[in-house]
């Protein structure tokens, strides 16, 4: 099975800085997609930001920017640097990674981590 686990996650003074973690691992083959969400309460999960297997990023019109997303593949661990974070960026942010556990398998499945908490106070 797969599994991924997200870490760096606390709580912070607006302006401040915090990296996320987020390892992959079990049965992955290959991976082709890996990205950050958050979900504040009361709202639905959005997008921050996701990072392809060539390097190619996309983000948030609201985090461009102050964050910052990259990969380690040979770790299979990704990573969020968010700098100047302010108070509309607390929110569980959650680990997204799109792969297939086999050359067999005909189609890309998307993985969740269970999310870890970013709070920024001022």
């Known amino acids: 099975q797969v599994q991924l686990v997200e870490s760096g996650g606390g709580l912070v003074q607006a302006g401040e800085s915090l990296r996320l973690s987020c390892a992959a691992s079990g049965s992955i083959f290959s991976i082709y997609v890996m990205g950050w969400y958050r979900q504040a309460p009361g709202k639905q999960r959005e997008l921050v930001a996701t990072i392809f297997n060539g390097g190619n990023t996309n983000y948030a019109d609201s985090v461009k920017g102050r964050f910052t997303i990259s990969r380690d593949n040979a770790k299979n661990t990704v990573y969020l640097q968010m700098n100047s974070l302010k108070l509309e960026d607390t929110a569980v942010y959650y680990c997204?990674?799109?792969?297939?556990?086999?050359?067999?398998?005909?189609?890309?499945?998307?993985?969740w981590g269970r999310g870890t908490q970013v709070t920024v106070s001022s």
């Open positions: 997204n990674v799109q792969g297939r556990t086999s050359v067999r398998e005909p189609s890309i499945t998307d993985y």
